[in-house]
């Protein structure tokens, strides 16, 4: 054993000294994984405040029907950045950020394998964004004045012919995921580097916890699923500048083509988006039931057959578009298989739980709502994968429920988790309890109130991304309800920035490791130096701190 | 929100509403009246059985070791014992859930290949619906009728059921046809031809619209199916056929009509009116709603919409016409004759 005693004090020399601009060049310069993944986590932050506040403008239009608070252009625009700010902007630099800081920490490395392409990383899906809402001000529209796109985040052909979107709102979207998914791609490559390469002595890959386990195969995932997107871009570009016709019905493109180059992409994106919130629930259960986690290599096993079995299900999204039976059947039962995994990681955290000893403090109760509202995702997610059953729950509201109860209910959920869990890590501070509560408690109580209806209005026949609806269909109750909702996750989200506002400047000093935990990020500082570890560590179990902690019934005797 | 709340299809008339809401149960999905949304409501129940099942089952055992074993106050603060895993446990719930999805599997199949793989019976009715941004052109081929986003078929039943086979096609972008209560949605996509049919059991008018993103007014591509008892749906038949009407008091307004940009997009059969980037008109006066759903078939509805398209459906693709009034009554004055 020879992990670093947790006595380093001083990580930044002189950092309070420095004046503003020198502290911002710092920054912008900084090729250190931590302060990268604090960016990344920040950035996806802000837009995620941006992105929330055009989801409430979203609900406020359908509170009643037949609202005009905004005209359709607008509604059509913001339900556009909405979704692309949230998966490309959101959710994609948060999880980033967080393997980003976590990932060498808990490998035991001084820093990414390729610390430069870690920053041109950052800078590219950054700056992705911000081409994104410059579409805000630079575009030109069909109607004039600023345009943000306004097809949709899966902006499906031919809608993004020149036919059909003139002016050059279109051509921000694309060319923002074109940049954002170079980042992307090179994050991924550089966390494969980091896990293959820099691990510290004794840490097999089967003694990786299991965060870098599930974060090694979003990032080979990643690979697999951005290119397509990469390359479906490029070829709407062609169309769009230089006159081919890969997507242009007109000239006997194929409208059916963009689908399933989109789904190829996007549902391996949703593995993406969804396993690094299994990676935190990973964990932040085990340490709160004190408990090792449950089945270890079938969780390892599960992951990978999730990633393998996710690479074939992508046309689940196009049960509608006229697919002979064949491949209907086919999508249909590769979808379901994904249930098998999916429950068997649901199974393996409840066994986790099960005969420990759960301390509900914030990061657990995250967890904790997180695996009752996956498990509502993951039903309905078999109810959508019966494709007869899909021909009438597609593009209905039921679908919005659906993929609102895996991203927002499941991945924010672990996310907020994640963020209690490794405040005290990140900024040597800790979050406030009461405050945290709050935020929960509000944020359950308007998640379900905004989106169990939505189940509803779909099967009431209510289509998605329709700005408006007549009365007397049946829509008005559960939009109403739902609308409501966003009241109570405003207020959550309030509690949550204030909570974060007050720990960085008063928050108690955190200490090196305030939850009792097992992985190497809690045997070094809060924050951690710049070199992350005073010598490298050498571990001999999947939870080295366990062993040093409890010396006379180590985990390497088990495993 | 009060104040906000000024109504965007302020000429969506009450007649249309209530008709609508008589047609409109609280989950349309699960009050089928036609044999593919049938079978799909047979699937959805097994599916619904099950995942509830499932639902019970992890929710108690969640509840479970979440109050038997949460810390409790005065702990000793001593670890509880470490579980590493069970070959047994993991091997008993893969193979649970492969059974149940091996079960969902063949049903589902079963389902797709009896809905999908149902041959035409001969003396089924043929509908061409075109989706157009926002519209429906909905065409029978064989009888010479062409329509706009209402679909009239006869009730499938008796001893000679009726089916109705759609062919869906797309003059411009992708849309999608979803009637609830008659069948499940399929897309109509350009460059592509799909098909989908419905076999409906009860007389009566059920209400959809289009459920895939087409742009600015995705929202008011609304559909009407109207259900008639047999004798019904051929006095409609004979109806659409019967050439224009050319009641006198419409003389002046089709003047208009035929001297203006009008018959550009739209078609007024047996008269010089042969455009086709708008809906047919033949028979307008015949239909309940105008603009798709967004305003009612009246007089005033008409004028507005005439006058101004943008002010009753912002981003409609006709233009206004800038008419004056009295051309416009004129013109309303004929379209009201076109029965």
Redesign the interface.
């Known amino acids: 054993m020879a992990l670093s005693p947790p006595t380093v004090a001083a990580a930044h020399p002189a950092a309070g000294r420095i004046p503003l601009l020198g502290l911002l060049h710092e920054w912008v310069v900084t090729v250190d994984h931590k302060r990268l993944g604090l960016m990344y986590i920040g950035s996806g932050l802000l837009f995620f405040v941006v992105a929330g506040l055009e989801a409430t403008i979203l609900r406020l239009q359908l509170a009643v029907p037949g609202n005009a608070l905004v005209p359709p252009q607008t509604f059509n625009q913001l339900m556009t950045l909405h979704g692309t700010t949230m998966v490309f902007f959101v959710g994609m630099p948060i999880l980033l950020g967080f393997a980003n800081y976590l990932v060498p920490l808990m490998i035991g490395a001084r820093d990414m394998a390729f610390p430069r392409l870690n920053a041109f990383s950052f800078w590219m899906s950054l700056f992705g964004g911000l081409l994104l809402y410059s579409s805000l001000l630079a575009a030109e529209g069909l109607y004039g004045g600023s345009a943000a796109p306004d097809v949709g985040w899966f902006a499906y052909a031919p809608l993004t012919s020149r036919a059909f979107s003139r002016g050059n709102s279109t051509d921000y979207w694309n060319l923002a995921l074109l940049v954002s998914g170079i980042g992307s791609i090179g994050t991924a490559i550089n966390l494969i580097a980091t896990t293959l390469c820099l691990r510290c002595r004794g840490m097999t890959l089967a003694k990786m916890p299991l965060y870098v386990w599930i974060n090694f195969v979003v990032a080979s995932l990643i690979l697999v699923a951005i290119s397509p997107l990469t390359a479906a871009q490029i070829m709407l570009l062609l169309d769009r500048f230089l006159g081919a016709h890969f997507f242009d019905t007109q000239a006997g493109g194929s409208a059916v083509l963009w689908q399933h180059f989109f789904w190829i992409f996007g549902h391996p994106e949703v593995y993406v988006l969804m396993l690094p919130g299994f990676a935190f629930a990973s964990e932040i259960i085990p340490v709160f039931s004190r408990k090792v986690i449950f089945g270890y290599p079938v969780m390892v096993a599960a992951t990978v057959s999730i990633a393998f079995i996710g690479l074939s299900v992508w046309a689940h999204h196009m049960f509608v578009v006229g697919m002979a039976p064949a491949a209907n059947s086919f999508f249909a039962i590769s979808t379901m298989l994904v249930a098998v995994p999916t429950g068997i990681k649901i199974f393996n955290w409840i066994a986790t739980m099960w005969g420990g000893k759960i301390r509900f403090a914030t990061p657990m109760l995250f967890c904790t709502a997180f695996l009752f509202q996956f498990l509502c995702a993951g039903l309905t997610g078999i109810m959508l994968a019966c494709a007869p059953f899909d021909w009438q729950l597609s593009d209905s509201y039921f679908v919005v429920a659906h993929f609102h109860y895996v991203l927002v209910g499941s991945l924010l959920f672990t996310i907020f988790g994640a963020i209690y869990y490794w405040f005290p890590k990140a900024t040597g501070r800790l979050l406030d309890e009461t405050l945290g509560r709050w935020h929960f408690w509000l944020l359950v109580i308007g998640f379900n109130l905004t989106f169990l209806p939505q189940h509803f209005a779909g099967l009431a026949g209510m289509p998605r991304r329709i700005y408006t609806y007549e009365a007397g269909r049946g829509f008005e109750i559960w939009n109403q309800i739902s609308s409501t909702g966003v009241i109570f996750q405003a207020a959550a989200i309030g509690c949550f920035l204030v909570n974060v506002a007050r720990a960085l400047f008063r928050g108690p000093p955190a200490g090196d490791d305030p939850w009792d935990g097992w992985t190497l990020e809690w045997s070094t500082t809060s924050p951690p130096p710049a070199y992350n570890f005073e010598t490298p560590p050498e571990v001999r179990s999947r939870r080295p701190l366990w062993d040093q902690k409890h010396p006379g019934d180590p985990d390497w005797r088990y495993e | 929100?009060r104040a906000?709340?000024?109504?965007?299809?302020?000429h969506?008339v009450v007649s249309a509403?209530?008709a609508?809401?008589d047609a409109?149960?609280?989950?349309?999905?699960?009050d089928p009246v036609s044999a593919p949304?049938d079978?799909?409501v047979g699937?959805?129940t097994l599916?619904?059985a099950?995942?509830a099942g499932?639902?019970v089952v992890?929710?108690v055992?969640?509840v479970t070791?979440?109050v038997r074993?949460?810390?409790r106050p005065g702990?000793d603060g001593s670890?509880?014992?470490?579980?590493?895993?069970?070959d047994q446990?993991?091997l008993a719930?893969?193979v649970l859930?492969?059974l149940?999805?091996f079960v969902?599997?063949l049903?589902?199949?079963r389902?797709?290949?009896a809905?999908?793989?149902a041959a035409e019976p001969p003396g089924a009715l043929e509908v061409t619906v075109v989706g157009h941004?926002w519209w429906w052109e909905i065409r029978y081929p064989a009888l010479g009728i062409t329509t706009a986003n209402e679909l009239h078929v006869p009730v499938s039943e008796g001893a000679e059921p009726t089916a109705t086979f759609l062919d869906?096609e797309s003059a411009?972008?992708?849309h999608?046809f979803?009637v609830?209560r008659l069948?499940?949605?399929?897309?109509l996509?350009?460059?592509?031809r799909?098909?989908m049919w419905i076999a409906p059991r009860e007389p009566g008018l059920y209400?959809?619209?289009?459920?895939?993103?087409?742009?600015?007014?995705?929202?008011h591509m609304l559909l009407r199916v109207v259900v008639h008892p047999r004798a019904d749906f051929d006095r409609w038949v004979a109806a659409q056929r019967e050439p224009a009407s050319v009641d006198p008091t419409g003389a002046a307004g089709r003047r208009v009509f035929e001297t203006t940009a009008c018959i550009n997009c739209h078609s007024v059969r047996g008269t010089v009116a042969t455009g086709r980037f708008g809906p047919d008109l033949t028979h307008l006066a015949s239909r309940d709603t105008i603009a798709a759903?967004a305003a009612a078939m009246d007089r005033a509805s008409l004028r507005a919409w005439i006058e101004d398209p943008d002010r009753v459906k912002?981003?409609a693709l006709m233009p206004a016409m800038k008419l004056e009034p009295a051309r416009v009554d004129a013109l309303v004055d004929y379209l009201m004759t076109l029965r």
């Not at chain 2, 209400?207 to 929202?219: D, I, R």
Request: proline share 8%.
């Open positions: 929100m906000a709340r000024v109504l965007a299809g302020s969506f509403a209530a609508a809401r409109a149960p609280a989950l349309p999905v699960f949304a079978a799909i699937l959805a599916v619904l099950i995942t499932i639902f992890v929710v055992v969640l070791s979440i074993f949460r810390r702990d670890e509880p014992p470490q579980v590493y895993g069970s446990i993991e719930w893969t859930p492969i149940v999805v969902l599997s049903v589902t199949a389902t797709i290949y809905v999908q793989g941004q869906l411009d972008v992708a999608s979803w609830p069948a499940g949605k399929t897309d996509l350009p460059n592509r799909n098909r209400v959809g619209q289009c459920a895939e993103f087409c742009g600015t007014q995705h929202a759903g912002p981003g």
